[in-house]
């Protein structure tokens, strides 16, 4: 069955340092998210990409963030320079557009850990 | 007002239960419906996706969408001990985009 994968499972950072989070999303799927849950705390959304540009994004998303679809099965999550509070479960999601809605896959996360 | 809430419980019920997991979503635009569950550190599978009103059933699992009342439930029958975990509710709320809502989940935890 296809699954959406997510690199590295743990990454350990320190502040004011840039990382990167990568996933390889489900191949026929169209449309890429970023989600992210800090210990404890609800799943909340970052971004979606649609058509290589992005199609929303939340307050959470600011200018340290980007997203990129570097080639045909990547997509990836930079943050420039992490703070304390970027710790937290990083989840990527894909999905088709079925019926008019779109039924999203999720990756089994990329836990940040900044120090 | 949240726009997806959800008891974080948790939730103790017997082995073979049949478990009742509820949600409210607070507009009466939202459309379509997801059911998550979510293992300690994991990411959330999707179980159940749902549109608009009425019931739908997977297996041992079934959704129901109250549309009147802005309630979703989602049932588990013969409840088993593997289906300890997180249980997620989400909607795609009001936007084409995919952006999904979710409710803080609830804590289930079968007992043998």
């Known amino acids: 069955e296809p699954e959406v994968t997510q690199t590295p499972s743990h990454q350990v950072t320190q502040m004011g340092q840039e990382v990167i989070l990568r996933c390889v999303p489900i191949?026929?799927?169209?449309?890429f998210y970023w989600y992210r849950q800090i210990l404890g705390q609800k799943v909340e959304f970052l971004v979606s990409?649609?058509?290589?540009?992005?199609?929303?994004k939340s307050e959470i998303f600011d200018d340290q963030f980007s997203v990129e679809r570097p080639d045909g099965s990547n997509f990836t999550l930079k943050i420039r320079s992490t703070k304390l509070e970027d710790s937290a479960m990083y989840f990527c999601?894909?999905?088709?557009?079925?019926?008019?809605?779109?039924?999203?896959?999720f990756g089994p996360g990329t836990r940040l850990t900044v120090t | 007002q949240k726009e997806v809430e959800q008891d974080p419980g948790p939730l103790s019920v017997p082995e073979g239960a049949i478990v009742s997991l509820n949600c409210t979503y607070s507009?009466?635009?939202?459309?379509?419906f997801m059911w998550y569950r979510q293992y300690s550190r994991k990411g959330p599978e999707l179980l159940m996706y749902?549109?608009?009103?009425g019931n739908k059933e997977d297996g041992r699992f079934t959704a129901q969408v109250d549309k009147s009342s802005k309630y979703i439930s989602l049932f588990i029958r013969d409840s088993q001990p593997s289906d300890s975990a997180t249980y997620l509710c989400?909607?795609?709320?009001?936007?084409?985009?995919?952006?999904?809502?979710f409710g803080q989940g609830t804590t289930l935890q079968v007992k043998p």
């Open positions: 999601a894909s999905s088709v557009v079925a019926s008019g809605g779109h039924e999203q896959y």
């Open positions: 191949s026929n799927h169209l449309y």
């Open positions: 990409f649609y058509n290589n540009e992005i199609s929303e």
């Open positions: 507009n009466s635009a939202f459309q379509y």
């Open positions: 749902t549109y608009s009103s």
């Open positions: 989400a909607s795609d709320g009001t936007s084409n985009t995919g952006k999904l809502i």
